[in-house]
Structure formats: structure tokens, C-alpha cells
């Protein structure tokens, strides 16, 4: 079962966005990666955050999401051709677009492998995603910590399969490029309110009493601290289709 966007999608923008500097950096580094007008697949489009700024720069892209919420969203910003659907049963005909674009998809969709069939399946030309590295960010020392409290409590936090950042240790990719580093300050008590209000999707699988137990230690660990540093690189990373095809029917 695919986890809902619904329940977030009014907060998802606000939770999400990149700054200017590095949006604008992302989407020209996709430009640069993709024919002008080629068709693209945005799977897992949410509230069109890449979709968009693509569709805005003369790209053929269809969105596709299992979230109602999220697409509505995309909509009312302009996003035109959006789907109702899973990635794992997409409706386009075999190597129907030239890309397809996944940004912070694949780690939600527990028949993960199924998904990248059907990518592999849609996609003439590339696998195309964005993947963040937090290792030095301040973002990643307080998720470790939630992370650590749940794990002491005797429950492990984690996804329901390896996102599109873990891939390239099961599929190495064809190619891999820094896009931007984001640094910046980071609002801790603004980000705790977001871990108290689960606006995190893999906070949501966390039992009531040991989601506030974490977050009270988050509180109590970090108080007095009104600001951390947001320290994060960002790569774009491409996967010839028909490798996709390949490892999706035989992973190895
Ligand atoms: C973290 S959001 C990312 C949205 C967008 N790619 C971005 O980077 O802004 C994940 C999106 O994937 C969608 N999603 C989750 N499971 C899915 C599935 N099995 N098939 C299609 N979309 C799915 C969610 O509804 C949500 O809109």
C-alpha cells in the first residue's frame, strides 16, 4: 500500500522547497540533461516542484502520483497533464516518454523493484533523479538523534525500501554530477514543530507514545538551540533505461 501524501500536501511546499538559488540551479542542470521539448514522466510528481519549472521551460511533462491532494496542488499552479496513478501500473505504452524524472519516490513504494520495471518500461532514454547528501547538515544530526531515541525504545525507524539515493549502491549510475551546495540556517524549533506534526513521511509509521517520547528528548537535547546549520550537496544522477530494464528484471 502507498503511503498518502494527502495529509500533507498543504504543508508539503513549505516543508520541501530549496531556496531560489538552488532551485534554479536543479532545474537548469535538468535542462542542460534533457533535449529542449523531450517528453518527460515526473513519477511521484507531487505538488509539481520539478514538473513545473520544466513545463515552464518548454519540456512535454506528465505528472504521475497516487496523491489526489498533492496533484490538486500541481494543478492549481499550472502543472497540465497529471495522472492518477501508481508507479507500479503506470497507464503509458512501452518507452512512451524520454525521461522520466524521480525525486524522493522510490524509498515509499514498497514493491520498489515493480516500480523500477515500470520506469525502466515507460522510458526511451534516461532514469533522471536528484538526490541530497546531508551527512555534514544539521538536518541529518537530529534525524540520527529521533532516530536513535526510537531505536532505544524498540522501534527502528526506516523506509520501506532504498530511495533513489541508495540506488547507485545496487545500481551504479551512468553518470553522477554535484548540482548545488545548500547552506544556510537552520530554525530547530521550527523543524521540531515539523517532527511533532509528523510532517516527515517516515515519522509516520512511528508509535503515538514513542514519537513523543523522541520528540520530548529532541526538546529537552536541543534546547535553548534557536539555530543549526543547513549544510547539504546536491547531485543529478542518470540511469540509462535499458539498464533499469535490465537490473528491474534481474537484480542480481
Ligand atoms: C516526497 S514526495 C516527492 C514529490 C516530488 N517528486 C518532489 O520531489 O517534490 C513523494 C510523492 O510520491 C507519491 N507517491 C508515493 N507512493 C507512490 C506510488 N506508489 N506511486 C506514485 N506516486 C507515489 C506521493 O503521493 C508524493 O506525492
Known sequence: MAKSFDRIADKFDETRSLPEETMSAVVDALEWAMPQGATVLDAGVGTGRFALPLQNRGFEVVGADVSTRMMAKAAAKGVRDLFRSDVCALPFKDQAFDYTLSVHLIHLVPQWRCALAEIGRVTRNELISVITDRRNSATEEIRTVYRGSCGRMGFEVKHVAPGER??????????KSKLAVRKEPLDVRKLLDH????????????????HRRAVAELRE???????????EELFLIKWRADRVREFARNPG
Request: charged fraction near 35%; proline fraction near 11%.
Open 166 to 175: 541508495e540506488l547507485p549502491e545496487l545500481l551504479p549510475p551512468d553518470s
Open 195 to 210: 517532527y511533532e506534526t509528523r510532517t516527515l513521511s517516515e515519522h509516520w509509521d512511528v508509535p503515538e507514545d514513542i
Open 221 to 231: 537535547r536541543y534546547k535553548g538551540v534557536d539555530e543549526l546549520s543547513i549544510n
